[in-house]
C-alpha cells in the first residue's frame, strides 16, 4: 500500500541546481549561477535597504555620501555599521574622523538621497538644510532620525572597508515613512 499523496506548495529552485553548471549541462531557469560581482549586484537589486546618509568632517568642510549598507549591531553597546569603498572621494573624511553621523532619511527625501549618491555634486550647499551638531558632526535638516556616532573599528573587506561606529547621541522624532533602495532606485514604502 502507498501513502498519499498530499499536495504541497510550490518552493523556490533548489540550490542543488547549480550541479548542472559542473556537469557541463546548460542551467534551467532559476538555476544559480557561479558567484560574481554581477551576480551579488543582481541579487541585492531585489533586496529592498534603507537610505541612510553618513556625514562628517574634513578639515572644516562638511561632507557625506548615501548608504544603503547601513545595519545595526549591536543593541548593548549600541553599535551600527556602513560600508564604503575606499576610492570614494569621502573616504578620506570617514578614515580619519573619530565621530560620524547616521542620517535616516524619509520618502520626502529622495532628490536629498539622489544629491548625496552623486559625485561631484555640492552636497551641503541650497537646498541641503544642515548644522553643526555634537563632535562639529554636520546634521541634516527634515530627517526621520539621527545619530552622531564616535568610530571603534574601520575593517578592510576587499576595497571597501566596514565601519563600526558606536550612537553616542541621536534623535529619533522626525515625521514620515522610511525612503527605500529598490532595483537601483529609491522608493516609497507601499501599504
Known sequence: MTAPTVPTAPTAPSPRSSLSLLSGSA????????????????VFRQHAAGVAVITAQDGGHPVGFTATSLNSVSADPPLLSFTIGTGASTWPAVRDSEYLGVHILGEHQRELAGLFARSGADRFGPPTGWAAGPHGVPVLDGVLAWLVCRVVARVPAGEHRVIIAEAVVGDPAGEGRPLLYHQGRFNALRD
Open 27 to 42: 542551467p534551467g531557469p532559476g538555476a544559480s549561477r557561479p558567484g560574481s560581482p554581477d551576480l551579488l549586484r543582481s
